[in-house]
């Protein structure tokens, strides 16, 4: 199975700097996803990002706050912009098999101080 | 708006006997579902799909699905000490490019 690395894997951040966090797939995923895990919370599905498009965002997330960048097939990259502790959580990206189940990277865990 | 509800524990079994995980959602069109596996500090991991109705059986793992009664579930047995975690349930409603939407997770914990 394809292999997702995911970097930073941690970061502490000053509110009001942005952070952008990178996805290297070892092979050509049509789409990834990229998701919020929240503290003690469940995972929340961000936006979807289809190479040579623009992503598209779930409802509560928009691109001045999240942009995305998808500029090949193995590769993408979201950044959390002007940063408050409220951004404080775990970002994950995914990409989906033939079965549509989602293979994660590591995770970015992200505190905001 | 497609929910995914999951009762959040924490649901207690002492070591050897059946753990029975819940999760019903409400797109009744869903097509695949998931369960996923995250240890704490870590990124969740698969540990079954099912999309038809009926019993699915993987090693000391059971995913059920009844579609109408739009539920699915999750029984592990012989559970172990290592099987603690938070376990997601996930469904994915199809319709292109929409990712899995996650339920809040079940938080194991296996007595020993």
């Known amino acids: 199975s394809a292999v997702i690395s995911q970097k930073p894997s941690r970061d502490i951040c000053q509110r009001g700097t942005s952070l952008t966090i990178q996805c290297q797939v070892d092979?050509?995923?049509?789409?990834m996803f990229w998701y919020r895990q929240q503290p003690g919370q469940s995972l929340t599905l961000i936006a979807t990002?289809?190479?040579?498009?623009?992503?598209?965002?779930e409802s509560g997330f928009v691109i001045d706050k999240f942009p995305i960048s998808r500029p090949n097939l193995t590769f993408s990259t979201l950044t959390v912009s002007n940063m408050s502790p409220e951004d404080s959580s775990i970002y994950l990206c995914?990409?989906?098999?033939?079965?549509?189940?989602?293979?994660f990277g590591q995770g970015t865990r992200l505190t905001v101080v | 708006q497609k929910e995914v509800e999951q009762n959040s524990g924490p649901l207690s079994v002492p070591e050897g006997a059946i753990a029975s995980l819940n999760c019903t959602y409400s797109?009744?069109?869903?097509?695949?579902f998931f369960w996923y596996r995250q240890y704490s500090g870590k990124s969740p991991e698969l540990i079954m799909f099912?999309?038809?109705?009926g019993d699915k059986e993987d090693g000391r793992f059971t995913a059920q699905l009844n579609k109408a009664s739009q539920y699915v579930s999750l029984l592990i047995r012989d559970s172990q000490p290592s099987d603690s975690a938070t376990y997601l349930c996930?469904?994915?409603?199809?319709?292109?490019?929409?990712?899995?939407?996650f339920g809040k997770g079940t938080h194991l914990i296996i007595q020993p």
């Open positions: 995914s990409f989906p098999t033939v079965n549509t189940e989602a293979f």
């Open positions: 092979s050509q995923v049509t789409m």
């Open positions: 990002a289809n190479q040579g498009s623009e992503a598209t965002y």
């Open positions: 797109d009744r069109g869903s097509q695949s």
């Open positions: 099912i999309y038809s109705n």
């Open positions: 996930a469904v994915f409603s199809g319709g292109g490019a929409d990712g899995l939407t």
